[in-house]
């Protein structure tokens, strides 16, 4: 997702009151966007999964649905 100038991953929550996006590192806050505001969101793509190496073992995790 590109907002507010910068490229970030970000889960899209749509609520009655408008959309949170909300980050996939809990470092950060959510951020909402209510239907009053006027916000200029763009999205380059999906999340098919991840890949990590820990300690030389590899895991990988697959989104489905």
Same mark, same amino acid.
């Not at 997702?1 to 959510?30: A, F, M, V």
């Not at 909402?32 to 200029?40: D, R």
């Not at 999205?43 to 890949?51: H, S």
């Given at each position: 997702? !590109? $907002?507010?100038?910068?490229?970030? !991953? =970000?889960?899209? @929550?749509?609520?009655? /009151? ?6 996939? /590192?809990?470092? $950060? ?6 239907? /009053? &505001?006027? &916000?200029? +969101?763009? +999205?380059?793509?999906? !999340? +098919?999964? =991840? ?8 895991? +990988?995790?697959? @989104?489905?649905?």
């Amino acid at each position: 997702i !590109l $907002y507010d100038g910068e490229t970030t !991953l =970000k889960t899209i @929550r749509k609520k009655k /009151n408008g959309i949170i996006l909300q980050p996939e /590192n809990p470092d $950060y806050d959510p951020i909402h966007i209510t239907p /009053n &505001e006027w &916000e200029e +969101v763009q +999205v380059f793509g999906t !999340l +098919v999964g =991840k890949a990590w190496k820990k300690e030389g073992n590899w895991g +990988v995790i697959f @989104r489905t649905g």
